[in-house]
């Protein structure tokens, strides 16, 4: 690299976004006689095609060798202008974006010149950064045409035909001996009533007719190595045998638990109260009447949301915040079933809030037209069950007509409880994956990326991620199918070129850094009959950790080097004159 | 405390079938009452529909104050048939409490 660069920094108005806050013009002068920069412009979208291509056009013309964009959030559009710099055959890696609009106008609204004058250091640090730039080039692996379905309910098992049908090998590992997870158990389900076991059937004969599918039942991931496109992955399947294989992608779809009230809560223990789970099992298997200890069943009391949306006032430990969003939908639907079997039970709903949401909200109608009762009780006061004469009595404030106390006589209780995480700690442990507050797996954007997690190439789908309906399930599984696909039948990926890179003049293999690398991308070389570290480019994650333990600061991670780190601390610090 | 009666409301079902399950509790119906009438429909029918026969009876007089005139009814969102419904309150109070008609 020589010693002079030629930089062009282009600092974007964003159409006010950014220069009603900063003074963009001063900016721009402030920065146009730094050393090495050749060209320092305003622009009033830096995004636009026009603008775009006036930049290419500069880089050609004045054979720039950085580029220093002054605009939005790297999130935004570090990419577009990435591809501006290679359509101008600039190598992409010596392109600096500086973030002027949500770190620095968004920001500082109501002080120009201060926000001004940390623009102007903020573009000088981009400046330095981009002075020490060199080419790099993507690390480029290619990909293996196969996934690992983990989690045969509904939605592992829809995604593995997904995936056999866009022409992908699929590898179905269930670690119960009998595919189906919790669809499999239930009847009718709601919206169309479609028996549970009937869909899972169904979906087991499809994937039975598919050659590429192979399911393994009774079975574990047991280790994941390698990297996005390429994983070598462990099974152990029955007999305590394992398999290894190599796959491009992961699908996790491991599902959900059911919340398990504790001894007392709303009388749970107590002959008569029970969970929807198993009163939708009683429901499922009732034929002509429904009947419990041997009686006829004549009033239903069912307690929502329990288990979910519990209050935060210190009384349950880690509480569950959310909303189950299934159960309200379930229950009214089960609570339909039974009036289809004697329509002379009684039903009350004990709810918060009623949400059956989107088109459910007809089934909630439903319920209402076959009689069931709904009552509404306030956060501060939930129901009480009791045991009074030998009967169970719950005993409710009705919101609905002025918070009158009522109490009900119930031949069963029945507690709508929500979905919990499945306990997983082996295979988070094995995959890596982060758990959300709420204790799912966690997608890295709910919007922007969903069923995406950190890990590349490993996706979370069904009810693994969250509380879902059944066809939520699927819609979330044939989503990371997508992904997976779109990984996979490019036949590689590119991976960022950010990784660790040792001094092999300065390291004297000690062995610290192989210690301290969390993926394994540290192993031992001899270089000119010197032993030395070196780094396995497909691992290496480029996170650093094996910098600071490393006593002769031999290694760097390109395109973030100390060098570089420094200059930049330096720009920032220097007073704008 | 009120005990609920599920077997209250087939009593007033004697005239036609009281019928207020479709009810959200909207409370369109109170609002709209010329009468200004509190309690009805919208809780002197979840009175009925839960058993609470002494509340209904309390409110005798609101049962008969109501002017049949249907503003609640035209204006229900779930087309609860009101009107019926009072009436059938108004039959069974007459039959049970005030003993009249014909037996
Ligand atoms: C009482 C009740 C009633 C419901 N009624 C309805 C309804 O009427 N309509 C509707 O749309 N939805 C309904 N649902 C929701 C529906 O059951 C779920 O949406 C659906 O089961 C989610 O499917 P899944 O594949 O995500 O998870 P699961 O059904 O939980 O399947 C996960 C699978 O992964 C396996 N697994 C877990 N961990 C591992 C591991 N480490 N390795 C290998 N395999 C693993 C499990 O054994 C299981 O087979 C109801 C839920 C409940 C609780
Ligand atoms: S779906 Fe209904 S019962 Fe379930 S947690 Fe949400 S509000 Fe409560
Ligand atoms: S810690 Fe540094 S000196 Fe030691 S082996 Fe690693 S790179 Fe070489
Ligand atoms: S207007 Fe109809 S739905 Fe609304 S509260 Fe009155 S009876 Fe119920
Ligand atoms: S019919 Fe009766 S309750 Fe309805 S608006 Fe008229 S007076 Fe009020």
Redesign the interface.
């Known amino acids: 690299m020589s010693d002079k660069r030629r930089i062009g920094v282009y600092v974007c108005h964003c159409g006010g976004n950014i220069s009603d806050y900063v003074d963009v013009e001063q900016v721009r002068d402030a920065v146009k006689d730094d050393q090495d920069v050749i060209i320092s412009k305003n622009v009033m979208f830096a995004c636009s095609d026009a603008t775009q291509q006036e930049i290419i056009e500069d880089i050609e013309r004045e054979k720039l060798d950085g580029l220093v964009v002054a605009s939005c959030s790297p999130t935004l559009h570090l990419q577009t202008f990435k591809a501006v710099a290679q359509r101008a055959n600039l190598n992409p890696y010596q392109y600096t974006q500086v973030n002027l609009r949500e770190q620095c106008s968004w920001t500082h609204r109501n002080n120009m010149e201060s926000a001004t004058e940390k623009g102007i250091k903020l573009v000088r640090a981009g400046i330095a950064r981009t002075r020490l730039t060199e080419p790099l080039t993507n690390i480029r692996i290619e990909t293996k045409p196969r996934t690992l379905v983990i989690g045969a309910g509904v939605a592992g098992l829809r995604a593995a035909l997904a995936l056999a049908d866009l022409g992908l090998a699929v590898f179905v590992v269930e670690k119960e001996s009998e595919v189906g997870g919790w669809t499999k158990k239930w009847g009718k389900m709601f919206p169309n009533n479609r028996l549970g076991n009937d869909t899972i059937e169904y979906l087991l004969e499809q994937v039975k007719q598919r050659e590429n599918i192979t399911l393994f039942t009774d079975a574990e991931l047991i280790e994941k190595g390698g990297n996005v496109g390429d994983f070598s992955i462990k099974i152990r399947v029955k007999e305590g045998e394992t398999v290894s294989l190599d796959v491009g992608a992961i699908i996790v779809a491991t599902g959900f638990d059911s919340y398990e009230p504790f001894d007392g809560e709303y009388g749970y223990g107590l002959n008569g109260v029970v969970t929807l789970p198993q009163f939708k099992e009683m429901v499922d298997k009732s034929n002509g009447s429904l009947n419990f200890n041997d009686h006829q069943v ?2 239903i009391a069912y307690i929502y949301c329990v288990g979910s949306r519990q209050p935060e006032d210190g009384e349950i430990e880690n509480p569950n915040l959310y909303c189950s969003r299934y159960c309200c939908s379930a229950a009214v639907h089960t609570a339909s079933c039974v009036a289809d079997i004697d329509p002379n039970i ?1 039903q ?1 709903h004990l709810y918060r809030d009623m949400r059956t949401y989107g088109k459910y909200e007809v089934m909630f ?1 439903n319920a ?7 009552i ?1 009780f306030d956060d501060e006061s939930s129901p009480e069950v009791e045991v009074s004469n030998g009967a169970l009595i719950v ?1 409710v404030n ?1 919101a ?3 918070g ?6 119930a031949d069963l209780i029945v507690l709508v409880t929500g979905m919990v995480p499945r306990e997983n700690e082996s295979l988070t442990n094995v995959l890596k994956i982060p758990i959300g507050l709420d204790g799912f797996y966690n997608e890295i954007h709910p919007k922007l990326r969903p069923v995406e997690t950190v890990v590349d190439g490993v996706f979370i789908s069904g009810t693994s991620q969250g509380p879902k309906t059944l066809a939520e399930s699927v819609t979330s599984s044939l989503s990371a199918v997508s992904k997976s696909a779109a990984l996979l039948m490019k036949g590689y990926v590119d991976l960022e070129p950010f990784i660790a890179e040792v001094d092999t003049d300065k390291c004297v293999w000690c062995g610290e850094c192989e210690k301290s690398c969390p993926y394994g991308a540290i192993e031992k070389v001899v270089c000119d009959t010197k032993e030395v570290a070196t780094i396995i480019p497909a691992l290496c994650k480029g996170g650093g950790v094996c910098i600071p333990d490393c006593p002769e600061d031999a290694i760097e991670i390109k395109g973030y080097t100390d060098q570089q780190i420094r200059s930049m601390i330096d720009a920032l610090a220097k007073e704008v004159a | ?4 009666n ?1 077997d209250f409301v087939e009593k007033i079902s004697g005239f036609t079938e009281f019928n207020a ?5 909207c409370g369109s119906c109170t609002a709209l009452c010329p009468m200004g009438i509190d309690l009805l429909p919208r ?1 002197m029918f ?2 009925v ?2 058993g ?1 026969e002494d509340k209904v009876l309390e409110n005798t007089e609101e049962v008969f104050s109501c002017l049949l005139c249907k503003m609640c009814e035209e204006n229900c969102p779930k087309e609860v048939p009101i009107v019926e419904n009072i009436k059938s309150i108004r039959w069974y109070i007459n039959r049970d409490i005030f003993k009249l008609g014909r037996g």
Do not use: Q, T, W
Not at chain 2, 1 to 4: A, D, G, I, L, R
């Open positions: 004549k009033n009684n009350y109608e209402g037209k076959k009689k069931s009762l709904f509404r005993k009705d609905l007509d002025g009158e106390e009522i109490e009900i006589g | 405390m009120s005990k609920v599920p399950y479709a009810c959200i509790n809780r979840r009175h529909m839960l609470f």
